[in-house]
């Protein structure tokens, strides 16, 4: 039996119950899908909190994927939406960094090397900052715009950073949203919307669901998300 439950930090995590499994086990993939085992008499509640008990591991084993792969230093020119990074080298032992209007600002010691990992950590630090900015001012309003062209209907919606997953609708129908989807471009972002705004409908991937989503897409679903999983929640 398989069911897919929201987890406020990681997203969507698949659940399945099984005859052969002893015990419960947590399976993270490389892409960041999380998968827990259950065995037969094991209650999904039970399983929710063991995912609970183990979350910190789970964050862990995501992060030791992606620092497997080489990270590109983010330097100027390099911007967001509506952000633009700006390096200073300054006299100071210290790295300071500011968002003014729509300048991401890192002061950093003059000696320092800004592809170096020290500097690099603060690049990050405020572009996830600035990349949270955006994804408020307009993801809420963006998920209106499209809850009134499909005719769907959510309750509230959250902006946050998650791990593994680009958004997630919960049992009550709050949808929560990626600070990440902010990287990607405006076509994604509406197909990731538009799928959330269908688990309003069926809370499942079944045919029905994907049927739903494609026909709201013009027939784009399965391409939409095969060019979605090229990208990750992540800075590069």
Known sequence: MKKVLCHA???E???????????????????????????????????????????????????????????????????TRRHVLTLVPKRTDRIVTRIYGNRMVVYYPEGDDPAGEV???A???????????????MLPGRVRELALTTGLQCRNVTVRTMVSRWGSCSSKDDISL???LMLLPQHLVDYVIVHELCHTCYKN?????HALVDRLLGGREASLRTELRRYRPMLS
Do not use: M
Not at 57 to 75: D, K, Q, T
Not at 123 to 137: G, P, S, Y
């Open 9 to 11: 930090r990681l997203g």
């Open 13 to 79: 995590v698949v659940f399945y119950r099984t005859r052969q499994a002893h015990r419960i086990s947590i399976a993270v993939r490389p892409s960041g899908h999380v998968r827990v085992t259950l065995p037969a008499g094991c209650s999904f509640r039970q399983g929710f909190a063991f995912l609970n008990e183990k979350e910190e591991w789970v964050v862990g084993a995501i992060e030791r994927f992606r620092s497997s792969h080489s990270f590109v230093p983010l330097l100027p020119p390099y911007s």
């Open 119 to 121: 500097v690099q950590t």
């Open 123 to 137: 690049i990050r630090r405020v572009v996830l900052r600035a990349l949270r900015i955006e994804a408020t001012e």
């Open 178 to 180: 990626n600070v990440y």
């Open 205 to 209: 991937h079944s045919a029905d669901f």
